[in-house]
Each structure stands twice: as structure tokens, then as C-alpha cells.
């Protein structure tokens, strides 16, 4: 393995927005940053508007981004991976050699696939569909309230932030919680916080041996027996067929999940399902099911200005390969969506965290940028000051909605709590972009920060199933542009090996064995542990 020009940068569209690059727009001068500009700058679909007039690109620009994907054949690429063709592999290389089909856990509505492999994971999931439709008729007869989700990764993140996004949509005395960190105050947090006799849990695990899950399972079945009730009769599992968890004397049902959705892309799928339709019901849940669908088909629009998800990925191409800037902030001005930026962290860098491509040689340009956020306006009150006058320009991503969730607001001076909270996204859109001049350098803005804003009509079941397909999408845009695999996760193996040394170094030491021999560097923290 060794270093090489990489295909990105033998398109000839990389040379051109390398020179494009050398004197981009600045959108600080006067006269640049328009009410025309911001007008011609937006790209609609699916009742999503993508504001990127406050984008550092011009008309020159985006045309070579878009040359950019005609080079890459990145559309070519999105019909291969929503047919099910084997793209998670790295060739000449042992890899998983797997299909990405968690398009295909939505692709039941209208069956648009022929490819044999999608149609039959279609077919595959709405097999589950099914099933839990007849399991939650089953449990909407007995008196459960709570829901437990205990997974870790994709098993939590993606679950948890897409419930909190439609909690405004539960159904009456129905709440779910989640429990993913080995830390056992997490588990005794949650379970503290219902009544077990009320409560379901569901145990989410492929391979059925995720030790952190399976340790914090054992927590919460001795839980249920020290209170005198049986664990079978509440946990239900989320697993691979034939996993050591597909046993029906343990677990009062067991949905299942596949080798070709990966964790961060799972929430459409079981893993993601069960909690949210006990939590906001299967008409609800169908609505998110079918705005991941819409997006879905809007991926393969050979337009960038109609392919939402394509366009966003050129855009962020275009700042972190051209302009230079390392990180992304994606700052939904919606409290709901408060876990979502946690979830793209994921999604995002454990994707496209790659420093080889899909041939194993080592890259020579930048991958997936660090992503980071939290929602607006609490933001403005913490990281915004680095954002508009630090010395590392952030790339940010507003997500905004016209209409708030639950209906319940306010005027007061003269304006509603809503319209406040979006006077405030557009403000801080054009600040970072304008910035302000003063003969006081602490009240200088240098401006010139590239922004850009996500909207929808309202933060509904079916505009969260868009917007979590275009992110999605996104992602793997960027990874076909630059050559990588964006669906294996190789980088998280080496810390759980290296755990698992130290953890039979704790077995050892609480029997009074030798363990030092074991794994010298780990006995080392061991060692001192003894002194606390």
C-alpha cells in the first residue's frame, strides 16, 4: 500500500475548482451577498428548500461541482447501491463484500426496484413491517407506557434522535428511553424512571454478542427478576437470524435486521421501528417510512439542483476539499431535533472517516470532515463567537422549519416565539456571511463564513423521513466523489481488542492471578487502580 494520485484528483473538474478555489467569492465585499443572489440560490423538492445563496460558490463554480458528479458517476453509483449491487468492499483487499440496502427498508410502497437483491430485502422488511404490526396489536391490548431501546452506535444514536424529533407525536402515555453506555448509571437512570410492569425492552445487537448490550441486558433482566417479574415476558430482541439472541425462550418476540444495513443507516429498519411505533404508532411511523422513500427517488435525479442530497454533498466538497475548512457544524433551530447533529456525527464519520480508497492505496486529499453541533438558539449563547470571529472559518448547516411542532406559542413584543426563533436562523445565515466592519477590532466581524439552510414546512413525521434520506445520502455522494468505501467501519475494531486484553486483565486481577504478563501497557492503568 502506498501513495498515488488519487482518481479525485485526475478529474478534470478538480483541477478547474482548484484554480477556482485560489480566488473564491467573497461574500464580505458589498454588493456580493444580494436579495438576487439569495433568490436564484435555492433548489426545491419534496416540499424542502435548500438556501445556499450564503455558499462562498458562484455560477462558475457550481457548474464545475457539477461536472464534478458527471465525472464521478456518482448517480451511476446511487442506482448500484439502491439495486443491491456489492459496493462495501475494498478490492484486492479481505473486506465485508456486502450490498447497502437500507434504502430497501422503505422501497415498499411502491416497489420502484427490479433488481432482484432490493426486491428481496424489500420484501424481507415488510415481512417485519408486518410482524410488528401484529405484535403492537397484541401489546395496545395490555397496559404497557414505556418502551427501553439498550443498544449501542447506530443502535441508539439514530433511534433516539429520530424519537425525539417526533415526541410531539406520541401517542397518549406512551414514552420511550434508551439506554447505550456499559456505564451502569446509565441503565439505573432509566430503569429508575418507570414502572417495570409497564415497560418493554428491546435488546438491539446483529451479531447478538455486542458486549456492552448484552452486559447492560443481563443488568436489566436481574432487574426485572428482583422485582419479582419475568424478564421473557418484556424483552424483546432486535438481532440477526440464527444470532445467539433469535431465541424464543428468552425473548418474547425478535424482530430481525441484516448484514446489508449498517448500523448508522438501521433506524428505517427494525432497529430503529419497533420503538418508534410503539412510541408514535404504525400511521406515523409509515409517514417517516415514506418520506426516507421520497428521498430516496429524489437521489437519483441526474439534476444537482432537484437531487437535494447531491447538492448539499458538492457544496460541503467544495469547503473542505477547495476552500480548506476542516469541520462542519450542522445547527437545526428546532429543539426537537437536539440529538440529530449526534447522529450525523456518526453517520457521517464513521462512513467516510477513510484514509484509503476502494483499491487500498492511500489518499492524497482530505475525506469526511468533523462534524459537530448543537440546536440554535442555545448555540448562539455557546460556540458562536468561534464561529464568527475565530480563526478557523466553520462551515455551517442550518436546518429550520416554518412551523413549530406542538402549536403552542405565543406573541409577545409583537412577534411569536417561532418567528423570533427563525429571525434568528436568517440573521446568523447573513451575519456569518456579511460580517461587520469597525474601527474596534473586538467588534470586527470578518464575515465570509460559509453557510447554508435546510428548510421544511414543519417538523412532521414525513419531512424527518427526508431529511434523515438526504443526510444520508449525502454521505455516500461525498464517498463516491472521493473513491472511498463509506460502509464499513474498520477504525472501531481496534479499540474493542484491545478493551477485551483489559478486560481479561480485570478478570485475572479480581481472582488473584497474574495479569501483568497479559498485556503489559493496560497493567499499567491497573496498576494504579489499586491506589484509588
Known amino acids: 500500500m502506498g501513495w498515488a494520485m488519487s482518481a479525485f484528483n ?9 484554480e477556482l478555489a485560489e480566488k473564491p467569492i467573497d461574500l464580505s465585499k458589498e454588493g456580493a451577498l444580494t436579495p438576487k443572489r439569495l433568490e436564484q440560490m435555492v433548489a426545491s423538492n419534496l416540499n424542502l428548500k435548500l438556501f445556499y445563496g450564503t ?3 458562484t455560477e462558475k463554480v457550481m457548474d464545475a461541482l457539477c461536472d464534478l458528479a458527471k465525472e464521478a458517476k456518482v448517480i451511476d453509483k446511487m442506482h448500484a447501491m439502491q439495486n443491491g449491487e456489492i459496493i462495501n468492499k475494498i478490492e484486492g483487499y479481505e473486506s465485508e463484500e456486502r450490498s447497502v440496502l437500507h434504502t430497501a427498508m422503505r422501497d415498499f410502497f411502491d416497489r420502484r426496484v427490479e433488481a432482484e437483491a432490493a426486491k428481496k430485502a424489500s420484501t424481507e422488511a415488510y415481512a417485519e413491517l408486518e410482524k410488528l404490526k401484529m405484535f403492537l396489536d397484541t401489546i395496545d391490548k395490555q397496559n404497557f407506557t414505556d418502551i427501553i431501546q439498550v443498544g449501542i452506535g447506530g443502535s441508539e444514536l439514530g433511534p433516539k434522535a429520530i424519537y425525539l424529533g417526533l415526541e410531539a407525536f406520541s401517542r397518549p402515555n406512551r414514552r420511550a428511553h434508551f439506554v447505550s453506555n456499559v456505564d451502569p448509571d446509565d441503565a439505573a437512570n432509566v430503569l429508575n424512571r418507570v414502572d417495570l410492569g409497564k415497560t418493554l425492552v428491546v435488546i438491539v445487537s446483529k451479531s ?3 458486549l456492552e448490550t448484552r452486559t447492560n441486558e443481563e443488568l436489566v433482566r436481574k432487574r426485572f427478576l428482583d422485582v419479582g417479574l419475568s424478564p421473557q415476558n418484556h424483552i424483546i430482541a432486535v438481532t440477526g437470524k440464527g444470532s445467539p439472541m433469535d431465541d424464543p425462550k428468552k425473548y418474547r418476540a425478535s424482530f430481525y ?4 444495513v449498517g448500523g448508522r443507516y438501521s433506524v428505517t429498519s427494525m432497529v430503529g421501528c419497533v420503538t418508534l411505533a410503539f412510541a408514535i404508532g404504525m400511521e406515523k411511523l409509515l409517514e417517516f417510512l415514506k418520506g426516507a422513500h421520497a428521498m430516496d427517488k429524489v437521489a437519483l435525479n441526474e439534476d444537482p439542483y432537484q437531487n437535494l442530497p447531491l447538492l448539499s454533498a458538492l457544496l460541503g466538497i467544495w469547503n473542505h476539499n477547495f ?5 462542519t457544524a450542522v445547527i437545526p433551530y428546532s429543539q426537537a431535533m437536539s440529538r440529530f447533529p ?18 487500498g492505496k492511500l489518499l492524497d486529499h482530505w475525506t469526511g470532515p468533523i462534524i459537530w453541533g448543537e440546536p440554535g438558539t442555545n448555540g448562539q449563547h455557546s460556540f458562536y463567537q468561534l464561529i464568527h470571529q475565530g480563526t478557523i472559518p466553520v462551515p455551517v448547516e442550518f436546518v429550520g422549519f416554518c412551523k413549530s411542532q406542538r402549536g403552542i406559542d405565543n406573541e409577545y413584543e409583537g412577534t411569536t416565539s417561532q418567528e423570533k426563533l427563525l429571525s434568528n436562523l436568517f440573521a446568523q445565515s447573513i451575519g456569518l456571511a456579511t460580517g461587520k466592519k469597525s474601527d474596534n477590532p473586538n467588534k470586527e466581524f ?6 447554508r439552510i435546510l428548510m421544511a414546512k414543519q417538523c412532521d413525521p414525513y419531512s424527518i423521513g427526508a431529511i434523515l434520506a438526504l443526510y444520508e ?15 464499513d467501519q474498520e477504525g472501531v475494531q481496534l479499540g474493542k481488542v484491545l478493551a477485551n486484553k483489559i478486560i481479561s486483565q480485570f478478570q485475572k486481577m479480581r481472582k488473584g492471578e497474574e495479569f501483568e504478563k497479559d498485556f503489559p501497557l493496560g497493567a499499567v492503568y491497573l496498576n494504579h487502580l489499586k491506589e484509588f
Not at 476552500?323 to 469541520?327: A, E, K, M, R, Y
Not at 449526534?342 to 483499491?359: P, T, V, W
Not at 470578518?446 to 453557510?451: E, K, S, W
Open 342 to 359: 449526534a447522529h450525523l456525527q456518526q453517520c457521517d464519520m464513521e462512513s467516510n472517516g477513510k484514509r484509503i480508497d476502494k483499491q
Open 208 to 210: 447478538g454478542s455486542t
Open 10 to 18: 485526475e478529474y478534470e473538474a478538480t483541477k478547474r475548482l482548484k
Open 257 to 260: 435486521m441484516w448484514d446489508f
Open 446 to 451: 470578518p464575515g465570509n463564513r460559509p453557510t
Open 473 to 487: 445520502h449525502k454521505v455516500a455522494f461525498q464517498g463516491f466523489v472521493w473513491n472511498i468505501n463509506s460502509f
Open 55 to 57: 455558499e462562498r460558490v
Open 323 to 327: 476552500l480548506g475548512l476542516p469541520t
